[in-house]
């Protein structure tokens, strides 16, 4: 087992450096929230993360949640970190303050979850999910329901979960068949849930399910689903939980990764109807998950960002450490000094730096599309924030496949080995592509909702806005090859716009058959812009009276590497591109 | 009563640290800082004594540059009720610190003043006795228990032999063991709050305190690298080994 430490340094330059946070914050109006105040925050998030949550991360993995008479019993050691967890009050880190939140941007959040989910994915998926649902039911509950609801899951007393799947609606949320029937003040449920993520558990004394279902004459499809809010016990005349409600969670799902995470079935109404409460308008429940999206995508996108720093500090430990050359004198060296070793391991670095980059560019994105004044301003941050979200959410996660592997094959055979831990990082990384909208959703979600129905203006602003950093670079000499490799690549991003525009309209299988090279041939223009703009920085610091001169040249010669290794990769999925639908289509479903 | 807790700005425990090429100190270009531990724990205890009614106020002090600031406002966020910078650009010895401590004790007439038995960069374990006799007042090292009783305390200390019980009259300096407390988590909201309380900032000439020094650094050097063992048959063998070696 290795330890973790939190990556400040480069998180300290994300903020500095390329967001200009103290600016953003003094823009938005927000006189108490600066990067002193944020550092001295990430200080004890790492702290807590470090010392309490990351050490019970292979123990969650070897012990996963269980189900007994009571129900879902946690991984041991969990109860007592979520106390800590809820006693330090990082619950109310972003919620609003009319709840007993703490208000702070979702960029702060973003960084702060980092460390949750470096430190254990498993264990962060619950107050994420909390987190969440809070949004949920700020965004559309009402008075009553938030003045009943909000405080104790801001603090963390309550803990929640979102019930969308059922085993015949997966992607496909038309085909949610649950019930809702009205009765008094309140509706009965029924139905059954599954891939209920923390969906019960002894951490908390309640748990509110968010359930997707139908009235009785809803219409069919996405348009007659309506959204419930379910407590696990029902509350008494004192809105303290008291009597049981009539859901459970019937059985537990063996996955490849994330053991410690109870992945439950849930079982609505076995017993007459489970008590439920409206959220929001009836039939209009997935608005009131879409709220959510673009946090809930991006939010899986750092995850996948916060494996893949796991994993490369586990794998540089045991590089520096691990020897295996041998010196003329006799003496040895770690397998640090090779060569491929050392290109794996700049591979995960440069990689993770670039991921991180852009999902933070992207958080804060979505705190200034809250916080501009002029209404064009707010409207062009949404729809930056809305076209960066199925990048961040598809690419850092696909990327991170890689970098988790790399990271066990740092170790070589050892790496195979679960004892190592390495292997679980890997595994635990499996499912970021594929929760909250698979990789492939993601592909169509940017090339139709976000290219396509906007006629591709929306990507050409980025592009341009690209291109500009690109320019700058190249009036720094040291920076001349980075800066034409991110040139070439802004021009290969027009040039599949420009194709994907022209031919989308075709037949309706181009863009769907396109759309997952394209998401990634974005991500890594991304992530090569915002590795540009942090070798830029870092070149005008070290000309300057500096900062911390071996971070700043180790910046700069990371971004040189994402150039030459990984920035490359645009031509060859523009060439795909390019390419078509018509060989992934060609074969009829009987050749196969 | 007022409670004094000293707090030194220190490279982190968790960083390997780096010893500069020429020798001339160690790498903190860039690296993680935290509160010295032992000064966690001292502070840890004056909050406690604090909640229990024991005491009415608790004042963090540390001597340096504006950096050490932000370990203030750590304290601060763990409960101080305010803080005091000693401000000075010079890297105080311990003598130096226990003089420009001494001022700030005769400003604010504290009751006790708690302070980690040796900060864990130069491991001096000085300041505490130091001002213990510049300020003519008992003094108990090294506390891992401590007992408060109206005008005298009971200290637990950890020495060679095992554990000594001694009572020393108050006001007294007490320095404080790793055994002692656990220390607390940051809650978030205090770390907000921490912003809004007091930290004044004194300069060191104003205490009309010096920045000498008495003592003088050579130069650093990493320990020498581990070398090879061999292994021994038996006592004799690993005698006559040692011997050879000119070590015994």
């Known amino acids: 087992m290795t330890v973790y430490n939190h990556p400040y340094k480069d998180v300290e330059f994300l903020f500095s450096e390329l967001l200009d946070f103290d600016r953003m914050c003094q823009e938005a109006g927000l006189e108490d929230i600066n990067q002193e105040l944020v550092s001295a925050i990430l200080d004890e998030a790492g702290r807590l993360g470090t010392e309490v949550i990351a050490p019970l991360n292979a123990i969650g993995d070897r012990n996963g949640a269980t189900l007994g008479e009571d129900g879902v019993q946690e991984t041991p050691g969990f109860a007592d970190a979520y106390r800590q967890y809820v006693d330090s009050g990082w619950p109310s880190l972003t919620a609003g303050e009319t709840y007993g939140g703490q208000g702070m941007p979702k960029l702060v959040g973003a960084a702060v979850a980092e460390i949750w989910q470096s430190s254990s994915l498993a264990f962060s998926l619950c107050p994420l999910l909390t987190g969440g649902a809070i949004e949920a039911i700020a965004a559309h509950g009402s008075d009553e329901l938030k003045e009943t609801y909000l405080p104790d899951m801001v603090s963390g007393q309550w803990t929640a979960t979102m019930n969308l799947t059922e085993s015949a609606a997966g992607s496909d949320l038309a085909a949610v068949a649950s019930r809702a029937v009205p009765e008094g003040d309140h509706y009965l449920i029924s139905g059954q849930k599954i891939f209920i993520s923390w969906g019960d558990h002894q951490m908390a004394e309640n748990i509110i399910h968010l359930v997707l279902a139908r009235l009785p004459n809803a219409p069919g499809g996405v348009k007659g689903i309506s959204l419930f809010l379910v407590p696990k016990f029902l509350l008494d005349e004192n809105g303290r939980p008291g009597q049981r409600n009539d859901v459970y969670c019937v059985s537990l799902e063996h996955k490849l990764g994330i053991h410690a995470s109870p992945t439950c079935v849930m079982n609505f109404g076995d017993n007459g109807g489970a008590v439920g409460y409206l959220v929001g308008e009836p039939h209009n429940g997935l608005a009131a998950m879409f709220t959510m999206m673009n946090d809930a995508r991006q939010g899986t996108g750092m995850q996948g960002l916060s494996l893949s720093e796991r994993s490369y500090q586990q794998a540089l430990e045991y590089a520096k450490e691990r020897l295996q050359g041998t010196r003329s004198d006799g003496t040895r060296y770690p397998i640090i000094e090779f060569p491929d070793v050392r290109r794996m391991l700049m591979m995960m670095k440069s990689a993770t730096e670039a991921m991180r980059g852009l999902a933070y560019k992207a958080a804060a994105e979505i705190d200034l599309s809250h916080w501009a004044k002029d209404p064009r301003e707010a409207r062009r941050h949404a729809e930056r924030t809305s076209l960066y979200t199925p990048i961040v959410k598809g690419w850092i996660t696909e990327l991170a496949q890689e970098i988790t592997s790399l990271g066990i094959q740092v170790h070589g055979g050892m790496g195979y080995v679960e004892e190592t831990g390495s292997a679980q990082h890997f595994r635990d990384a499996r499912i970021t592509t594929i929760y909250e909208g698979t990789t492939g959703i993601q592909g169509l979600d940017l090339v139709g909702r976000k290219i396509l129905a906007n006629k591709g203006e929306i990507l050409r602003d980025l592009l341009d806005e690209i291109e500009v950093t690109a320019d700058a670079m190249s009036a720094d000499d040291s920076l001349a090859g980075q800066a034409s490799a991110l040139k070439q690549a802004v021009d290969n991003g027009r040039e599949a716009r420009a194709w994907l525009l022209d031919h989308a309209a075709e037949n309706r299988d181009v863009a769907g058959g396109v759309s997952v090279n394209f998401m990634l041939l974005m991500g890594y223009i991304c992530g090569g812009w915002v590795m540009g703009q942090a070798a830029l920085k870092a070149c005008s610091l070290l000309a300057g009276d500096g900062g911390n001169e071996s971070f700043l040249r180790a910046k700069r010669v990371t971004a040189q590497f994402y150039s030459d290794h990984l920035l490359p990769r645009v031509g060859s999925h523009l060439a795909t591109v390019k390419a078509g639908a018509d060989s992934i289509m060609a074969l009829d479903v009987e050749q196969f | ?248």
Not at chain 2, 56 to 70: F, H, N, R, T
Not at chain 2, 106 to 117: W, Y
Not at chain 2, 167 to 172: C, G, N, Q, S, T
Not at chain 2, 221 to 246: C, F, S, T, Y
């Open chain 2, 1 to 248: 009563m007022k409670i004094l807790v000293g707090i030194k700005r220190v490279v982190d425990y968790n960083v390997r640290i780096r010893v500069l090429s020429d020798g001339s100190g160690v790498d903190t270009d860039g690296v993680k800082m935290s509160v010295n531990p032992f000064d966690e724990i001292a502070l840890e205890e004056a909050l406690r004594i604090r909640d229990a009614g024991n005491a009415e106020e608790v004042i963090v002090v540390s001597a340096g540059g504006d950096e050490c600031q932000q370990q203030l406002r750590t304290g601060l966020a763990m409960g101080a009720d305010r803080a005091i910078q000693i401000q000075t650009s010079a890297d105080l010895q311990p003598l130096s610190t226990a003089r420009a401590f001494l001022k700030i004790i005769e400003r604010e007439d504290p009751g006790l003043v708690l302070l980690g038995k040796q900060a864990i960069d130069d491991d001096n374990s000085q300041t505490a006795q130091m001002l213990a006799a510049l300020w003519d007042r008992p003094q108990a090292t090294f506390a891992s228990k401590l007992e408060l009783d109206g005008q005298s305390a009971t200290v637990t200390r950890e020495v060679d032999a095992g554990l000594e019980t001694i009572e020393v009259d108050l006001p007294a300096v007490i320095s404080v063991d790793l055994r002692l407390n656990e220390p607390r988590f940051v809650k978030l909201p205090d770390i907000m709050k921490a912003k809004r309380k007091p930290l004044d900032v004194i300069p060191l000439e104003e205490l009309g305190v010096a920045a000498e020094g008495n003592l003088e650094v050579g130069h650093y050097a990493p320990p020498p690298q581990r070398e090879k063992g061999i292994m021994v048959e038996d006592a004799a063998q690993l005698v006559e080994e040692l011997k050879n070696r000119g070590l015994i």
